[in-house]
């Protein structure tokens, strides 16, 4: 059975390291203008970062007799226009790069992958590679990724998707003589509490909107409590990014909440948020918000190893 994917072969110079780097952590890509093949039925990103023969400018021939360094990921939401600077390229110029943007949920990845007709990448899926090295951009093309998934030790539920409960955890490749920064989450405290603040502010609204008589700020361990003069009672988990939000951090508390909390708890995903970083605090604006109701933390959802995973919705 074959599958719809987008190759993506990543730039080895510094600002393409970089980039990479910073999408995988933040489970967003993008790319500068939209493309056919840029397509809603894409469902996996297949990433290629090292080849043995060198780059991707060379012949078909001797690409295929070589191996590559690749990275599988699962779509996460349909393609959509950024306006929030993300990269840290867009960051340092204060403008938008790549506005072709999709969430991607990292399922795995792999050294000394044979590209050649036979491996697992078949031959569609290693010339993609090569091809979109050669075109600056992503290519699409109709993979059977079983053989793929299995080296990546990935198995499918029931439902088709990755169970990441079984998966490896997260993964982030680094290229050498790169320092990892932290995964997912910014470092930056400043940053982080404007998007908080921006995304329980939209949050608030929508709630508001949605009739409830009152809505009360908690933090810990979920953002809000929303009542009615009727008794009911919600409560509300809130997430901002200026990424595609379709991967998102949880603690333990937060989790446990989700499949506990007697009244059903919401999570509400604001991503695309514009960030203006040259005023302290940091003024915010934009983004798109989600609202998944009684959301229940899924295992098959969550990574092995730290409380990361999808967020279903985004379309």
């Known amino acids: 059975m074959s599958d719809d994917v987008l190759a993506v072969w990543s730039s080895s110079s510094p600002n393409g390291s970089r980039n990479f780097e910073y999408g995988i952590r933040t489970r967003t890509w993008g790319f500068k203008s939209f493309e056919p093949d840029y397509r809603s039925s894409v469902r996996w990103v297949l990433f290629g970062y090292s080849h043995s023969s060198g780059g991707p400018r060379q012949p078909a021939a001797d690409w295929q007799s070589g191996v590559a360094d690749i990275l599988l990921c699962e779509v996460s939401g349909d393609f959509y226009t950024g306006h929030a600077p993300h990269w840290p390229d867009e960051i340092e110029d204060n403008k938008i790069i790549y506005p072709c943007r999709i969430g991607i949920t990292v399922i ?3 050294t000394g992958v044979s590209t050649s007709a036979n491996g697992p990448l078949g031959l569609a899926g290693s010339e993609a590679l090569r091809l979109s090295g050669t075109g600056n951009r992503g290519v699409y093309c109709r993979v059977d990724l079983s053989d793929l998934r299995q080296v990546l030790d990935a198995p499918v539920t029931s439902s088709g998707v990755v169970d990441l409960s079984r998966t490896a955890g997260d993964v982030i490749p680094e290229r050498p003589n790169r320092r990892s920064q932290g995964q997912g989450r910014s470092q930056d405290a400043a940053l982080n509490k404007a998007l908080e603040d921006h995304a329980v502010a939209m949050a608030i609204e929508h709630y508001r909107g949605l009739g409830w008589d009152e809505i009360r700020t908690l933090g810990k361990p979920y953002d809000l409590v929303c009542t009615k003069v009727t008794g009911e009672e919600k409560h ?12 998102v951090n949880y603690t333990p508390n937060e989790v446990q909440h989700f499949r506990s909390c007697p009244f ?8 695309d948020i514009q960030v203006d970083r040259s005023v302290f605090p940091h003024a915010t604006s934009g983004g798109e918000l989600l609202h998944v109701e009684n959301y229940q933390a899924p295992p098959e959802d969550l990574k092995a190893t730290g409380w990361t995973g999808r967020v279903s919705g985004w379309h």
């Open 264 to 271: 059903g708890a919401d999570l509400v995903v604001v991503r």
């Open 236 to 247: 509300v988990e809130v997430k901002g990014t200026t990424g595609a939000g379709g991967d």
């Open 108 to 110: 795995g990845a792999a």
